[in-house]
């Protein structure tokens, strides 16, 4: 088993050679999550040069593919906005057909951005500030509608903008979603305890309460509360992750226990 940590365009070099040793690989860039070599292109600047692996990688989102990852050899290691964003959405996504519109608000701690030098994460400046970046050419946007649409059957849109939090890490998404047609609290609040009644890593919060950063802080768990407007069709969906855990690391050993047969909470809980 070989754990790629390595800079997007990187896993792509090394990724191939892996594999060809007979090894499995669990890949925690974004070299093989957009599974078109045009797509990734046009979203991360660079030429994808193993696009011949690029079907073979199975999308590492336990919670919805839980099956294919059994028997995987390679595994696409989510993005951490990903995560947060398609847990919070995947039950009316999966359910629902009368989505006009989908937004999701996105905030993330500065380790998000990884360990790289820039003006804009030093203590100085992401301390008492906050602000929002990528307005709407997030690179995460495509991943998020690319699984959303295979949940949903058909194409998937959404309104995406990114936020940075002067935190050191964690995740907070605010996901609005406007329906057709109308749904109680309780009908939407029921929706979501039916979907993740056997996950291990996704609590639902009692209604009327929302998620916190610091309750999911340095844990591999996503953590999701909803809301209902007064005319029942906008459902808001709040989903919390820490980005190093849920996000990346701790989503790539969960994946591992799954591809090995272990219990999957091993080393997580």
Known sequence: MAFLALPRTESMK????????????IDLSADY???????????????HTDTKNLSKAIYGLPELFRQKIKTANFIA???????????????????RRDIQSIVVDAKSGVSGAGRKASLGLLFPEANENFKAYKVLSHQHAPEIEQYLSQL????????????????????LNTMYVQLKEGITLNQAHSLY???????????????????????VANTNFCDLGV???????????????????????????????????????????
């Open 14 to 25: 090394v990724a191939p050679k892996v594999l060809k040793a007979g090894l499995k690989v």
């Open 33 to 47: 999550r957009v599974k078109s070599g045009k797509g990734y292109e046009k979203w991360y600047g660079h030429k």
């Open 77 to 95: 290691n989510p993005g951490c906005y990903p995560t947060a964003a398609i847990l919070g959405l995947a039950p009316l996504i999966a359910t």
């Open 152 to 171: 949903a059957g058909k194409a998937t849109h959404i309104h995406f903008v990114a936020h940075l939090l002067p935190i050191t890490r964690g995740i």
């Open 193 to 215: 305890k039916k979907f993740y009644k056997m996950e291990p890593f996704v609590r639902l919060h009692p209604l009327g309460n929302q998620p916190e950063t610091k309750n």
């Open 227 to 269: 809301g209902v407007s007064s005319d029942k069709k906008m459902v808001v969906i709040t989903s919390a992750i820490d980005n190093l855990v849920k996000g990346a690391a701790g989503q790539a050993v969960q994946n591992m226990n799954i591809m090995y047969g272990f219990n999957e909470i091993e080393g997580l809980l």
